[in-house]
């Protein structure tokens, strides 16, 4: 049954609501102003700077003045609203549902199961500090609605973009030597599987279907326009128009058996789901809505509780929700969400905690149906919080476990279980020691670490420095890239460890590369998955797109999905 899509059941509840939101708003609004008006950004202390501007102060002083009366005066209808809009909470169901029809990419994979028993998936993740637009700037971030449209603009710009694979023959190689994905030599096979070869070369054809509808692959050509290319490998910069060859940035060589990781500029193509945290802001969440539902035909936005709840479900009185926000090619056949009822400081004013969804692949074979669980969470912020995580992650654990066995059914088959989000500790700090070794990381793989407090020597990390957001080495896509694959540029704009209380931080120790914190996650359990299934990690990615729009660099992973041959000879 296909969940329906307004949060409330009937449609006079949903107009009440909506009513009394609509009091509430003018005040809210006015008050956020007052603060926004009052605090900065860097990027915009600079342009004053530059512009020797002197009026700034009267500015400030005025216009806090004449928000603060318009906050007054709104006051009482606000009051008003809120006495409608506060009781609704309870038969609110915690989330909102836009849907569309079904997309190609759900066409595409749904053939590619039932043709080849394979099939590619995409998932990315990225905090996005959509907060209102006065507690944004104390993250050195504002224009919180500029924001969401630039970033759902971009997003979907880059996930919309055909899927091209560059590739480079030698005569020396055993195949592209660019290869996003180390292949071993073949005799008979110059290039990747399915890759279009040029003419007079060997052709082969496709053995795999991708989960996006044009993901074919195919060479490039020279480029016949001054627009960014978005298929060029992210790995290779300054190609001109002309034709020039292009220039390698510095960076660490990939080691033959590492995981195959890359920094990217851009979004991968045709992202299958994608999660999105800290989108606070409602009206932040439509404009996102707006720009990725021709890509997406399904998303949960708005998810979380609000107002007062009952003390087992979550903590202190909600303001805001939990700011996750997911975006799905396929079908969402069922979705939970649970608050953390352990949160605490300024923590406890969102409703942050986890979101468990069953999303519809397509069908096998077989005809049996192909189900895959996406989970999102966001968890408690403070630094020194350890044991509020590691419960947080303890309750992960269980609700992801009793969603599964609550909607698992005998005629499915589940090719991917995922969770990722915003985990707000690394697995570098001696700070975070506890997190680190929690079980959750028995359970669900995470690609990007080699043991408990230890990363792999590629990983980069993804939470920026707040101050120097807008300097000129990160303030676009291609330099924030250049930088990270720098790893003495990178120093300066990624957050450093966190040294445990009392104890001087060494780091890196000798002859270990310098990493920063990662505390953005895309994780994958293969025990949880059909028997029948085989899962193949094919990339991941550190992506900059979102330069200069937030806080955190987003990160992506493609799983390859093998259903066993044995399984269709039965």
């Known amino acids: ?134 507690l944004a700037r104390f993250n050195n971030l504002g224009h919180t609605q500029h924001r969401a449209h630039e970033i759902g603009q971009r997003i979907a710009e880059s996930v919309g973009r055909p899927h091209v694979i560059i590739t480079v023959e030698s005569p020396s190689s055993c195949g592209p030597s660019d290869s996003i994905i180390p292949r071993p030599c073949s005799d008979t096979d110059g290039g990747m599987e399915g890759q279009s070869q040029p003419p007079g070369g060997h052709h082969s054809e496709p053995t795999e279907s991708s989960a996006s509808s044009d993901d074919a692959e195919e060479p490039l050509t020279e480029p016949s326009s001054s627009k960014p290319n978005y298929n060029e490998n992210s790995n290779k910069q300054g190609q001109s128009d002309h034709g020039s060859p292009s220039v390698f940035l510095p960076k660490r060589p990939r080691l033959l058996d590492e ?197 792999k020597p590629w990983v980069i990390g993804t939470l920026l420095e707040q101050p120097s957001l807008y300097e000129d080495d990160v303030n676009s896509p291609e330099k924030l890239q250049r930088t990270l694959e720098a790893e003495e540029l990178r120093k300066q704009y990624i957050s450093p460890p966190v040294a445990r209380e009392g104890v001087p931080l060494i780091y890196p120790e000798p002859g270990q590369p310098w990493i920063g914190r990662r505390i953005d996650y895309i994780l994958y359990r293969e025990t949880s998955i059909s028997k029948l299934c085989r899962t193949e990690l094919e990339e991941v990615t550190f992506i900059t797109q979102l330069a200069g729009l937030t806080d955190h660099i987003p990160v992506g992973l493609r799983l390859k999905v093998i259903m066993d041959s044995d399984y269709y000879d039965e």
């Open 1 to 134: 049954m296909a969940l329906r899509a307004s949060p409330f059941p009937y449609k006079f509840v949903s107009g009440i609501h909506a009513i009394g939101w609509t009091l509430i708003v003018p005040c809210f609004w006015y008050l956020d102003r007052v603060i926004a008006v009052c605090k900065s950004t860097t990027k915009e202390r600079s342009e004053r700077q530059e512009q020797e501007c002197y009026l700034h102060p009267l500015k400030v002083f005025f216009g806090s003045i004449s928000f603060f009366l318009f906050f007054l005066l709104t006051a009482p209808l606000a009051f008003l609203g809120f006495l409608l809009w506060a009781p609704l909470q309870a038969c609110r169901r915690p989330f909102s549902y836009h849907r569309v029809g079904p997309t190609s990419a759900e066409k595409e994979t749904n053939r590619g199961f039932e043709q080849t028993g394979k099939a590619s998936f995409t998932f990315a993740s990225a905090n996005l500090c959509l907060l209102p637009d006065g």
């Open 259 to 455: 995981e195959p990781w890359e920094v990217s500029a851009f979004f991968p193509a045709n992202i299958d789901i994608l999660c999105l945290e800290e989108v606070f802001d409602k009206r932040a969440a439509k404009k996102l809505t707006n720009e990725l539902k021709p890509l997406f035909g399904h998303i949960l936005y708005d998810v979380g509780v609000y107002a007062c709840q009952p003390p087992s479900r979550c903590s202190a009185f909600k303001f805001f929700n939990s700011g996750l926000f997911m975006a799905s090619r396929f079908p969402v056949l069922e979705a939970q969400y649970h608050c953390f009822p352990n949160s605490c400081g300024e923590d406890a004013l969102a409703a942050k905690g986890l979101l468990s969804t069953k999303v519809l692949i397509g069908q096998n074979q077989k005809k049996k149906k192909v189900v895959g669980y996406f989970n999102c969470t966001h968890l408690h912020a403070p630094e020194g919080d350890g044991k509020i995580r590691c419960e947080q992650l303890d309750m992960v654990t269980r609700w992801i476990r009793d969603f599964q066995t609550a909607h698992n059914q005998p005629d499915e088959e589940v090719v991917f279980d995922v969770l990722c989000g915003d985990f707000n500790f690394d697995n570098c700090s001696p700070d975070d020691v506890l997190e680190q070794n929690h079980s959750l990381f028995e359970d669900y793989r995470d690609p990007c670490r080699a043991e408990a407090g230890k990363e």
